[in-house]
């Protein structure tokens, strides 16, 4: 029986790829299956469409998607899947990203995207893990620790600046 990647990221260039390598990290540290490629939405649009049409069929259940610039693949993807797609505007040479995260967020009513921040591919990572937790209890409760985790963190480090601090 084949083993069903469970996230589809996308990236329009491969130059996107040290960007949304974060994504697949995270996805990684929560033991979530995925799969990585390369397609343009303006370059490659019918390979485009075409993943995005045969996403769910191949166990697929949400899709992460990276553009810079124009930053149409996000919006491309979910025109031809009802799956959720977050899209990563990708910090560009021109507008600080602003061009990307424009184009990804104001998307049309009826075609959602969500949009995390420039470069945010981590965020992407983690906001996919909460989508596939909210029917499956085992990543559900490993974001819940996850998260625990990060205060953990936080109150350690607030200990070591009040203890450091001339105040």
């Given at each position: 029986?084949?083993q069903f990647?469970?996230?589809?990221?996308?990236?329009?260039?491969?130059?996107?790829?040290?960007?949304?390598?974060?994504?697949?990290?995270?996805?990684?540290?929560?033991?979530?299956?995925?799969?990585?490629?390369?397609?343009?939405?303006?370059?490659?649009?019918?390979?485009?469409?075409?993943?995005?049409k045969s996403?769910?069929?191949r166990g697929?259940?949400?899709?992460?998607?990276?553009?810079?610039?124009?930053?149409?693949?996000?919006?491309?993807?979910?025109?031809?899947?009802?799956?959720?797609?977050?899209?990563?505007?990708?910090?560009?040479?021109?507008?600080?990203?602003?061009?990307?995260?424009?184009?990804?967020?104001?998307?049309?009513?009826?075609?959602?995207?969500?949009?995390?921040?420039?470069?945010?591919?981590?965020?992407?990572?983690?906001?996919?893990?909460?989508?596939?937790?909210?029917?499956?209890?085992?990543?559900?409760?490993?974001?819940?620790?996850?998260?625990?985790?990060?205060?953990?963190?936080?109150?350690?480090?607030?200990?070591?600046?009040?203890?450091?601090?001339?105040?």
């Amino acid at each position: 029986m084949p083993q069903f990647k469970r996230v589809g990221i996308v990236m329009g260039s491969d130059s996107d790829l040290p960007v949304m390598q974060e994504a697949a990290d995270i996805l990684k540290k929560f033991g979530v299956s995925y799969e990585i490629t390369v397609c343009s939405a303006h370059r490659t649009p019918d390979l485009a469409a075409e993943y995005a049409k045969s996403a769910e069929s191949r166990g697929i259940e949400c899709l992460i998607a990276g553009a810079g610039g124009a930053a149409h693949l996000p919006g491309v993807l979910a025109a031809f899947t009802v799956l959720p797609v977050i899209g990563v505007p990708i910090l560009g040479k021109s507008m600080n990203g602003l061009d990307s995260l424009l184009s990804i967020v104001q998307m049309p009513k009826g075609i959602p995207v969500a949009t995390v921040a420039v470069n945010g591919a981590a965020n992407a990572g983690l906001l996919s893990v909460q989508i596939l937790g909210a029917r499956d209890e085992q990543l559900r409760n490993a974001f819940r620790r996850y998260k625990e985790d990060m205060k953990a963190e936080v109150l350690e480090k607030a200990k070591k600046v009040e203890a450091t601090a001339n105040i």
